[in-house]
């Protein structure tokens, strides 16, 4: 090695310290140690004990966790897709030639920068079923078939769907800068070849915003499956009220580790959610390579 | 052609209103009697009992009073403020030098082994936070940080992968002459850094720090999990405390309280809107 690389070798390790220091302490560590005590009875009280594979065979039996799972895939399912192609729509309707551009757009930006805790305060009173403002417009057409959301098992689900479209301003966002980066010269050519709105949108504008696309999947499919926030503070914590139908996979994973102090359990579980991640984020990423197509 | 115009701009304003609406009924709501907030159908315009439109500016201060608790163990709504205020501004300025330190290093040095450990890095931006919970817990713990606001800004201090991945993106960018001549003229590796690469990312910079700033004001799930008296909570926790902790919600305190969390990063956002749109188109675009 010569002086000069030993010199690049010192700087650059005295560089990345902090780095190497946070890598270790607080990431690669703790995602170790969560493996181990995965395999463990661990309660924080005592240290932990080895004990096999026991606490993911024990999940498999566990109602609980299945229904967790299914509330979370129920919710992610409905809240992704939809608030994928609102926050399209939105980006192609800002797209459109528009002025006052900036105003639309800080408008449909804004609510996703509201503090969570206080746009779940806001959302809890609008769902609020007896004076809430959403139901005051609905009870002109409904009468009192009015649904409860959130104190209604069959409709608190689909109110944190409806919730988490008013939050879809930074996906759109994204989604706007992808627009704004397809040449025009390309709507001009389809356009001489006598391509109409669909086709030019289906041909020209799809495949040119698919590795944004494919970003907000993915990032979709990795904060959809963890809500925890709106959830814990709208339904008066970890419980998933009403009768367990808004028990997402990060509430019960949070009351195990921290209420009933099972750390194992919960860091089996957590596992799992890793590879449920890893998995669907690979099956996206196969569903989606043939499509994805990078300009240069 | 004239036609379609004229739909997208009605498109635009009608889904203005319905975006703008909740914002609207909070600050509504927030300035109304607590007896109309209970009135069908609901009514926009806080009004007096005589019917005269007054808005009651009285909710505000009640709301931050009742906000943290009654009698001798009540804490003053300025503790709140002055904890978030403390995570957010020790968070930003550690964030902004640890992630522009370890960038550089990836960026700017050649030194063998870096190519492996940037891939190591953005590997670990796939495990979710669940994962690293517990034994994050336990390393607290030791460090005897439960309790205490340090866990909340701390971590800050030793850069986060995204952080690193996106000032190094931007670093890439800076002509790799402006470094060799500052070499030839015999600048040290730090002065390269501290007076020729720094100055020129101060864009980048502004996104790390204000993303920062956003996700320690909003940090919810840290709070409640490593804070243990409520003289030590941040304003997020405060706040859903307030709305579980009385029996009864009084709605209008309730809206007072939360515009007052939302308030700071609304102005927040007027003051960097540039910063803000163009943090994210690069984090999605680069992503």
């Given at each position: 090695m010569t002086t000069f690389?030993?010199?690049?070798?010192?700087n650059g390790l005295l560089f990345c310290l902090p780095w190497l220091i946070g890598l270790s302490v607080f990431t690669l560590y703790p995602v170790v140690a969560s493996l181990f005590?995965?395999?463990?009875?661990?309660?924080?009280?005592?240290?932990p004990v080895w004990s096999g594979t026991e606490n993911y065979r024990r999940m498999w039996g566990d109602k609980v966790f299945w229904l967790s799972l299914k509330n979370t895939l129920f919710f992610a399912g409905l809240s992704l897709p939809l608030g994928m192609a609102v926050a399209l729509a939105l980006a192609l309707l800002l797209n459109t030639g528009v002025r006052g551009l900036p105003v639309f757009r800080t408008i449909f930006y804004l609510p996703s920068i509201v503090p969570i805790v206080a746009s779940s305060m806001l959302w809890l009173w609008i769902f609020n079923g007896q004076f809430g403002l959403l139901n005051s417009f609905l009870r002109p057409v409904l009468g009192s078939a009015t649904p409860a959301w959130l104190a209604d098992p069959q409709w608190a689900k689909p109110a944190l769907v409806l919730m988490s479209l008013w939050g879809v301003g930074n996906s759109m966002v994204i989604y706007l800068a992808g627009l704004q980066n397809v040449p025009g010269e390309l709507y001009e050519a389809a356009a001489i070849d006598g391509a109409g709105v669909?086709?030019?949108?289906?041909?020209?504008?799809?495949?040119?915003?698919?590795p944004v696309i494919y970003f907000n999947l993915i990032m979709g499919i990795i904060g959809s499956l963890q809500v925890f926030t709106t959830?814990?503070?709208m339904t008066g914590g970890a419980d998933g009220n009403p009768a367990r139908s808004t028990l997402f996979y990060a509430l019960y994973l949070f009351s195990t580790a921290f209420y009933d102090l099972r750390m194992g359990y919960a860091c089996a579980m957590a596992w799992v959610l890793f590879v449920v991640i890893v998995v669907l984020t690979v099956v996206a990423t196969k569903l989606m390579e043939k499509r994805v197509h990078y300009a240069s | 052609m004239?036609?379609?115009?004229?739909v997208s701009y009605g498109l635009l304003v009608g889904l203005s209103a319905v975006f703008l609406m909740p914002l609207a009924w909070l600050v509504s709501t927030s300035l109304k009697p607590v007896e109309q907030t209970m009135s069908l159908p609901p009514t926009w315009l806080p009004r007096a009992a005589d019917g005269t439109i007054q808005p009651r500016w009285e909710n505000y201060r009640e709301a931050l009073t009742s906000m943290g608790g009654q009698g001798a163990a009540r804490v003053p709504f300025a503790v709140f403020l002055g904890n978030t205020l403390m995570v957010c501004v020790l968070g930003v300025i550690g964030a902004v030098l640890s992630n522009a330190l370890v960038a550089y290093s990836f960026a700017k040095v050649k030194w063998p082994g870096r190519d492996k450990l940037?891939?190591?890095?953005?590997?670990t931006m796939m495990v979710p936070f669940p994962v690293l919970m517990v034994p994050l817990y336990g390393v607290y713990r030791e460090l005897g940080w439960i309790g205490t606001l340090t866990p909340l800004w701390a971590p800050a201090f030793f850069a986060s992968a995204f952080n690193?991945?996106?000032?190094?993106?931007f670093f890439r960018t800076i002509p790799e002459e402006l470094s060799e001549a500052a070499r030839i003229d015999?600048?040290?590796?730090?002065?390269?850094?501290?007076?020729?690469?720094?100055?020129?990312?101060?864009?980048?910079?502004a996104v790390v720090a204000l993303f920062h700033f956003l996700w320690a004001w909003n940090d919810f799930m840290g709070p409640l999990l490593f804070l243990t008296r409520r003289n030590t909570l941040t304003l997020a926790v405060a706040l859903q405390n307030f709305q579980s902790q009385a029996g009864g919600v009084q709605w209008h305190l309730l809206m007072a309280a939360s515009a007052v969390v939302i308030l700071p990063i609304i102005i927040l956002f007027f003051f960097a809107q540039k910063t803000f749109i163009r943090g994210i188109a690069t984090t999605g675009l680069k992503g």
């Open positions: 690389e030993r010199a690049n070798l010192r005590y995965s395999f463990c009875d661990y309660s924080v009280l005592q240290a669909w086709r030019k949108f289906w041909h020209v504008t799809l495949p040119l915003i698919s959830v814990f503070a | 004239r036609v379609n115009r004229l940037f891939a190591v890095t953005l590997a690193v991945f996106l000032m190094r993106q015999g600048c040290s590796e730090w002065q390269i850094f501290w007076q020729i690469i720094l100055p020129l990312s101060k864009p980048v910079l």
